[in-house]
């Protein structure tokens, strides 16, 4: 399409004309961009990439997901050195859907409030690390009191205090213990479950180790991945390290959105402008173990039937698909809550094992990613999702060179969500038996120590305990234990 045929559209119609990336892989002390640096170098890529950098200087907003990092205010600085010091800064929090940094920016453009935004993220998560196991101190920018002009912050309640009182004290086990659920919910074995999980992450490898902005591209294949050892840590059972987000990267993306009239006339190659066909969200947040069906992610299927019926079509005809891939779980989850092919292999990327997963900023790497994909694939769709915190809040955008007559849908849909997820009340302190819905390990220097449990009650209602019997935790390796009765005592249980 040129800009000719364009002007049958809403001049107002929000696209993507610019995106970028940077990374490094360095391994001496100290060496290295801070992640403000690697941020400011994706923004400027992406004002390159779109045929008209000069547009650089037109952005009125540039919004920023938080990251490990301490900056006040990232986004000040960002946009003073792209040129466009006036802009407004926007900080969003852990816990808010990166797709709502897109959302925001799609609404404020189409209701004509904006015509330039600018979005991007970013880590040196490995020069921290590499530092700190030197002794070496990386200085980072220091901001005195700036302070964004929007920041957002969760006020939802993302793990409960009986969780973290149970023995939940990392982000593999909550999607650990969901990923046991889905396999009994479809009749797997340990074996079986742990071969499907190995068979899914080695494709996501496989993907990985031809991707070129890839931080881990070394193909790694099933029996590796499935097997415990000492280059693949067991950490929460079915996981071991490689079926986990590995964080520590340097890796930052911007994407540079604006309104179709803007894209005009600041000169935007016509071959560039990738257009949303799709922008949702769920901002309702329910902790995992309050949801009755553990295996089931119903908002994100509220999200995946308004999707289909905006498009006319099945998700499953997308060619090019990018789910958010933390852990297994929410990959798993994703595939059958979306109804695409659960033997299939959903990434051009590699995912966030492989591929490197920026603590905060995946989806913008992944939807950097998608867009030059389609700028190849003309024709083609393209689907990214995201995950917020446990499978809480969820995000779904389809990207497309050729528009949509039809404008961009609401993009939250949190009370149709919330009506759709049956509930179960979660309680403190219950004496009892109790019949396990969900079940991981975790191990000490390589061998298993703690079974944490999610468990219903006779009376319906639903409670979590750990046991700390190194016996029953090895057992929990070789023996399905959901659906087995267990004697609880408040935070612990007996079997």
């Not at 933390?326 to 492989?354: N, W």
């Not at 915190?389 to 849909?413: C, E, H, R």
Request: proline share 7%.
């Amino acid at each position: 399409m040129t800009s000719a045929r364009w002007e049958a559209l809403d001049p107002r119609r929000p696209v993507i004309v610019g995106v970028g990336v940077a990374s490094q892989h360095l391994d001496e002390p100290g060496s290295g961009l801070e992640a403000l640096d690697l941020m400011l170098a994706a923004a400027r890529t992406a004002g390159d990439d779109t045929g008209a950098p000069g547009i650089l200087r037109a952005v009125q907003r540039v919004a920023v997901p938080h990251g490990s990092w301490h900056y006040s205010d990232p986004g000040r600085i960002i946009a003073r050195r792209i040129g466009a010091a006036g802009a407004q800064t926007v900080l969003v929090g852990t816990g808010i859907p990166q797709q709502t940094l897109l959302n925001d920016a799609h609404a404020a453009i189409r209701d004509g409030m904006l015509d330039v935004a600018l979005i991007v993220g970013g880590e040196a998560a490995r020069r921290a690390a590499i530092a700190r196991r030197h002794g070496v101190t990386v200085v980072d920018t220091l901001q005195d009191g700036a302070t964004p002009d929007d920041l957002q912050l969760p006020t939802d309640e993302i793990i409960t205090g009986i969780e973290i009182d149970a023995g939940v004290s990392s982000p593999m086990q909550p999607f650990a213990l969901i990923d046991s659920a889905l396999r009994h919910a479809e009749d797997r074995s340990l074996d079986e479950h742990r071969d499907e999980i190995a068979r899914l992450w080695a494709g996501f490898s496989a993907v990985a180790s031809r991707f070129p902005h890839a931080a881990f591209p070394e193909p790694r294949d099933a029996a590796f991945i499935r097997e415990p050892s000492a280059s693949n840590r067991p950490i929460a059972f079915p996981y071991n390290k490689w079926h986990c987000a590995q964080m520590n990267v340097d890796q930052a993306a911007a994407l540079l959105v604006c309104s179709l009239d803007a894209a005009v006339r600041f000169g935007v190659d016509p071959d560039r402008v990738v257009f949303p066909l799709v922008g949702l969200e769920s901002t309702s947040s329910l902790p995992v173990p309050k949801r009755r069906d553990l295996h089931r992610w119903p908002a994100m299927e509220v999200l995946g039937r308004a999707a289909e019926a905006h498009l006319g079509h099945a998700l499953s005809a997308i060619p090019l698909v990018e789910l958010y891939s933390c852990f297994p779980a929410a990959v798993r989850v994703q595939q059958r809550a979306l109804r695409l092919p659960v033997d299939g292999v959903p990434t051009i990327t590699g995912g966030e094992t492989f591929a490197g997963g920026p603590w905060n900023n995946f989806v913008l790497q992944a939807t950097a990613a998608m867009v030059e994909r389609l700028r190849v694939h003309r024709d083609a769709k393209g689907l990214v999702s995201t995950v917020s915190g446990i499978v809480n809040k969820p995000g779904l955008a389809v990207y497309a060179t050729q528009p949509d007559p039809a404008p961009l849908p609401p993009g939250d849909l949190a009370d149709q969500a919330d009506r759709a997820t049956p509930r179960v009340e979660l309680i403190a302190g219950y004496r009892g038996p109790a019949r396990v819905a969900a079940y991981t390990v975790t191990y000490e220097q390589a061998e298993p120590t703690k079974c944490t449990i999610i468990a219903d009650t006779p009376s319906g209602t639903r409670c979590m305990a750990s046991c700390d019997d190194a016996a029953v935790a090895r057992r929990a390796t070789r023996e399905e234990l959901v659906g087995t009765t267990v004697g609880v005592d408040g935070i612990r249980f007996e079997v």
